[in-house]
């Protein structure tokens, strides 16, 4: 009897989870001890508490998880809502988009390292494009880990892929006073703008005429427009002006669309005799000669709209700008203005004399001839 009121007590206190184990609970132990006595030395055994418990953490992420395809809805508006770029934004969108085509409907928890891994690789895209992607989805899940609709994120465990990392390079005072020389007027200011003021592609490709401030001496880049979603504002250098001032007074954009700069840009290379075109070659070009002028990587980095002031051989090219100098170049030395802006004369020259002098009339030019150590006689050098 004494037993019996004992083990009346332990059921009232503890219910039926203290009661004798059924008949499937202690095949699972027997299965769980078969398991862990077949596990290698090396690894550690767990408790069938701790099975218990990543069980019960897989099934709560179950019900607490939405499909993939919701996830990207969300994550995409939450982008939108930080007033981040929108070209980010979009970006971002298309390239979740692409893996939710495949993997929409399934729930997130469901999605492993394998499954994402193997998507990745069969995008069949470039090494730099499949580390765009994988970041994409990494920020995704990311996100998904502060909804907690996942107990963790399985883009972590996938490695990047090795790169080849192109050499940076700008082009020579001469190419890129060639280059401007033969490219067309659809595409002239941008080039400018690229050579002189080191905007980004994407940045000017999204720039109106009325962002320049001639007045002022400014080139505003829009936070919207900005790959760093920051406003900043550039200096329009003399050398810059000089190439813009037929867009002064104008309206719409600054840039064709993509396809036709392109074309027209190709067109130029060719037509300048350049056959070796350095990767971001406008940008890098800027950063080049700016290192040459001024010695201030800070100020620099700054112009640039780098998210540090501190700028590397990713974006400047150390031997150029060195050659630059020991040439006599000091900083961008490729306009010398003429008092006749309307009659187009345009010339370029270093502190030696050699260089390129463009003349043209009205609205273009027409040849360029070298000079030959031949001191200047129809302006100042305008210089970065």
Not at 68 to 83: A, F, G, M, P, T
Not at 194 to 220: N, P, T, V, W, Y
Request: proline content about 2%; charged content about 30%; aromatic content about 6%.
């Amino acid at each position: 009897m004494k037993w019996a009121k004992e083990r009346e007590k332990t059921l009232m206190a503890h219910g039926k989870l203290d009661h004798e184990m059924t008949k499937k609970e202690r095949l699972a132990v027997i299965a769980f001890r078969e398991i862990v006595a077949q596990l290698p030395t090396n690894i550690e055994t767990p408790s069938l508490t701790e099975l218990v418990e990543d069980y019960y953490r897989v099934i709560e992420s179950r019900r607490h998880s939405i499909p993939v395809r919701d996830l990207i809805d969300e994550y995409v508006e939450s982008l939108s809502s930080r007033r981040l770029s929108q070209t980010y934004v979009d970006t971002m969108r298309r390239r979740l988009l692409r893996f939710g085509e495949g993997y929409g409907s399934k729930l997130t928890c469901e999605v492993t390292t394998e499954l994402a891994e193997g998507w990745l690789h069969r995008l069949h895209l470039a090494e730099v494009s499949v580390n765009h992607f994988r970041a994409a989805l990494q920020q995704l899940f990311n996100f998904a880990l502060k909804l907690k609709v996942v107990s963790g994120n399985p883009i972590d465990e996938i490695a990047k892929l090795k790169t080849k990392t192109s050499e940076i390079g700008a082009l020579s005072t001469s190419q890129a006073a060639n280059l401007l020389l033969h490219s067309s007027e659809e595409i002239r200011a941008s080039i400018a703008i690229g050579l002189f003021a080191g905007l980004r592609r994407s940045e000017i490709s999204r720039m109106s005429c009325e962002e320049i401030d001639f007045e002022q001496g400014f080139i505003e880049v829009k936070a919207k427009n900005s790959k760093s979603a920051a406003r900043r504002l550039i200096r329009i250098r003399p050398c810059l002006r000089a190439w813009l001032l037929p867009l002064r007074g104008g309206s719409g954009k600054v840039m064709p669309t993509e396809m036709v700069y392109r074309n027209r840009l190709e067109e130029a290379r060719r037509a300048a005799g350049i056959t070796d075109w350095p990767n971001n070659a406008l940008r890098h070009s800027f950063a080049s000669y700016h290192l040459a002028a001024f010695q201030d990587a800070s100020a620099l980095a700054l112009e640039m709209g780098h998210s540090t002031t501190r700028i590397g051989r990713q974006s400047a090219d150390f031997d150029v700008a060195k050659s630059l100098e020991a040439e006599g170049i000091d900083g961008v030395c490729f306009l010398i203005q003429s008092g006749r802006e309307a009659d187009g004369i345009w010339e370029s020259q270093s502190r030696k004399g050699n260089g390129l002098r463009f003349r043209g009339g009205g609205d273009g030019l027409e040849q360029a001839e070298l000079l030959a150590g031949a001191e200047s006689s129809h302006g100042e050098m305008c210089r970065m």
